[in-house]
């Protein structure tokens, strides 16, 4: 009889108070596995979780992270982000277009359409904006930056105000840092 071993890890979160909404966060060791905002049930994203370990309340673990989002969302990070722990992200396809939107610098844009073409699936543009939908690391993976072809901003996770904010900032000058850290 062969045996399965299950390894579970250790996942911390915490909630970041901002102007937007409380966002959860969660972390392991190797990094952020997921942002959730105000309009996520807690529940479903602890379930979500659960395949990886079982999450625990601990700001302290998470500190460097939460000042990192903190200063992304008030007025753009001095530096990089912190690592990432993508093992929510299950599909070959949904690694593709999260990479391609993480290539996209700050302060620029580029629509649901580049975003399938850069991933490497020019066909498969819905399929692509829902991914961008579903990104589990918003803010660090940078999403928002994906807009319509009509140049309009387009929904977000976080709320089209929050969006809209975040491109406000990067095209001031105060650019979110990117880093291939969380690939």
């Known amino acids: 009889m062969r045996t399965e071993v299950l390894l579970i890890d250790e996942i911390w979160m915490a909630e970041l108070p901002t102007p937007f ?12 596995m997921r942002i959730a905002f105000s309009d996520e049930d807690r529940s479903d994203l602890r379930r979500e979780l659960a395949p990886i370990g079982v999450p625990r309340d601990d700001p302290d673990a998470l500190a460097p992270a939460l000042s990192w989002l903190r200063a992304a969302i008030s007025n753009g990070p001095s530096g990089p982000p912190p690592p990432c722990d993508l093992r929510l992200v299950q599909t070959t396809f949904a690694r593709d277009v999260l990479a391609a939107i993480d290539d996209v610098p700050p302060g620029e844009t580029i629509s649901y359409a580049e975003l399938a073409f850069a991933a490497g699936h020019p066909r498969a543009v819905r399929a692509a904006a829902h991914v961008c939908a579903r990104n589990p690391l918003p803010v660090v993976i940078g999403c928002h930056r994906i807009v319509r072809s009509d140049g309009t901003i387009g929904r977000y996770r976080g709320g089209t105000p929050l969006k809209a904010h975040l491109l406000s900032l990067e095209a001031a000058g105060r650019p979110l840092s990117t880093s291939d850290s969380h690939r």
């Open 21 to 32: 909404g409380n966002i959860a966060v969660a972390a392991t060791r190797a990094g952020l």
